[in-house]
Structures are given as structure tokens and as C-alpha cells.
């Protein structure tokens, strides 16, 4: 790769591992940003396929009912994530780390895509502080 970070979320980049997930929930740190709360674990490359990210995204039926609003802001937040997560990744190339990640949606009400980018702006940010 020539240094770019391409703006795709590839299925590499997906978390579906039921191990990895229990150990996520398990052990991982947490934070929120309304309307998002991050769930973040630094694991071994060992651990994962490939180093990076791997992030999956939860958007609670008991707080949005209808299944075409959770597919709506699931897809909202996977776009913020797809377009912001240049610098985290950039960072954890640079420590050869790898990162599991799990946004879960907190509010009860639809929410605009700028007001969901705005979580995610602080949520990586802060991630990348901690972590990277």
C-alpha cells in the first residue's frame, strides 16, 4: 500500500467472531459520546487476522422497534466510522496494535447523521489518545 488509507469498511475490518466479541464485553473499556457508547479492547496481533481495526456496530431493539430505523442509523454510523477512522488506523500501523471496537446506539430517537459524526469525531479521538 502506498501510505493511503483507503475509506472502505471491508469485511476484514468487520467484527464476527463470537470469541473476540465475548472478550470484548468482557474486558474491554468503555466511553460515550452521545448518542454512541464505544466499547474498546487493545488485543495481540496474534489474536486477529490482520492488525488494524475490527469494529462492528449495535443499534438496541428495545430503543429504536422499527427494524428500517436501526438499518437506517446502523448505516449512518458504520459512514461516520468508514470516513473518520484514517488517523486511528494510521496510528496503529505505526505500533503494529490492534484494536476491537463496538459502537452501541444509545438514543431512543432518530438522530441526524451530523449529530452521530459528532459522536464519532470524540469517540476516535479519544481512542487515539488512549490507545495509539
Same mark, same amino acid.
Given at each position: 500500500?502506498?501510505? =493511503?488509507?483507503?475509506?472502505?469498511?471491508?469485511?476484514?475490518?468487520?467484527?464476527?467472531?463470537?470469541?473476540?466479541?465475548?472478550?470484548?464485553?468482557?474486558?474491554?473499556?468503555?466511553f460515550?459520546a452521545?448518542?454512541?457508547?464505544?466499547?474498546?479492547?487493545?488485543? &495481540?496481533?496474534?489474536?486477529?487476522e490482520?492488525?488494524?481495526?475490527?469494529?462492528?456496530?449495535?443499534?438496541? =431493539?428495545?430503543?429504536? =422497534?422499527?427494524?428500517? &430505523?436501526r438499518?437506517?442509523?446502523?448505516r449512518?454510523?458504520?459512514?461516520?466510522?468508514?470516513?473518520?477512522?484514517?488517523s486511528?488506523?494510521r496510528? /496503529?500501523?505505526?505500533?503494529?496494535?490492534?484494536?476491537l /471496537?463496538?459502537?452501541?446506539?444509545?438514543d431512543?430517537?432518530?438522530?441526524?447523521?451530523?449529530?452521530? &459524526?459528532?459522536?464519532?469525531?470524540?469517540l /476516535?479521538?479519544?481512542?487515539?489518545?488512549?490507545?495509539a
Amino acid at each position: 500500500m502506498d501510505g =493511503k488509507i483507503r475509506q472502505t469498511f471491508p469485511k476484514n475490518e468487520r467484527l464476527c467472531r463470537k470469541r473476540l466479541i465475548d472478550l470484548l464485553f468482557s474486558e474491554g473499556l468503555s466511553f460515550v459520546a452521545f448518542p454512541l457508547r464505544v466499547i474498546y479492547l487493545p488485543i &495481540d496481533e496474534k489474536e486477529m487476522e490482520t492488525a488494524g481495526l475490527s469494529a462492528f456496530v449495535s443499534v438496541p =431493539k428495545k430503543k429504536i =422497534k422499527h427494524a428500517v &430505523d436501526r438499518n437506517l442509523l446502523r448505516r449512518r454510523i458504520r459512514e461516520s466510522l468508514r470516513l473518520r477512522k484514517g488517523s486511528l488506523i494510521r496510528s /496503529l500501523n505505526e505500533k503494529e496494535g490492534s484494536l476491537l /471496537l463496538a459502537f452501541i446506539y444509545l438514543d431512543r430517537t432518530i438522530t441526524t447523521y451530523s449529530v452521530i &459524526d459528532g459522536g464519532m469525531e470524540k469517540l /476516535l479521538r479519544f481512542i487515539e489518545e488512549k490507545v495509539a
